[in-house]
């Protein structure tokens, strides 16, 4: 079981910045592909960005691309979601995802249902 803790949310104003964080209770994280999702009110949660167990490949929407970065640290275990050049439409509540075993897919990559884990999520608010 991989308990997954979110935290850096918050309120910003549009075009401001936020990094979160994604604490993993599982020593071997390398052995997960990690991904970042979000839920706005009244809509489907949502694939942000995913990152292979060793960090060397990554994917996004196209929604964040060039906005977002994912990255992770698994001496820390940890990983990130660096968010720049915010808007409102990135309002939602940002979740941590693990998925085992790790293997890159775009299509899984996207599909909630196909992360074993999940964290309670972090509030994120843009304002105009």
């Known amino acids: 079981q991989v308990q997954l803790v979110e935290s850096g949310g918050g309120l910003v104003q549009a075009g401001g910045s936020l990094r979160l964080s994604c604490a993993a209770s599982?020593?071997?994280?390398?052995?997960?592909?990690m991904g970042w999702f979000r839920q706005a009110p009244g809509k489907d949660r949502e694939f942000v960005a995913a990152?292979?167990?060793?960090?060397?490949?990554?994917y996004y929407a196209d929604s964040v691309k060039g906005r977002f970065t994912i990255s992770r640290n698994n001496a820390k275990m940890t990983v990130y979601l660096q968010m720049s050049s915010l808007n409102t439409e990135d309002t939602a509540v940002y979740y941590c995802?693990?998925?085992?075993?790790?293997?890159?897919?775009?299509?899984?990559?996207?599909?909630?249902?196909?992360?074993?884990?999940w964290g309670q999520g972090t509030q994120v608010t843009v304002s105009s």
């Open positions: 990152v292979t167990g060793s960090g060397g490949s990554t």
């Open positions: 995802a693990a998925r085992a075993p790790d293997y890159w897919s775009d299509y899984d990559n996207r599909a909630p249902n196909e992360y074993n884990y």
């Open positions: 599982e020593r071997t994280l390398r052995r997960y592909t």
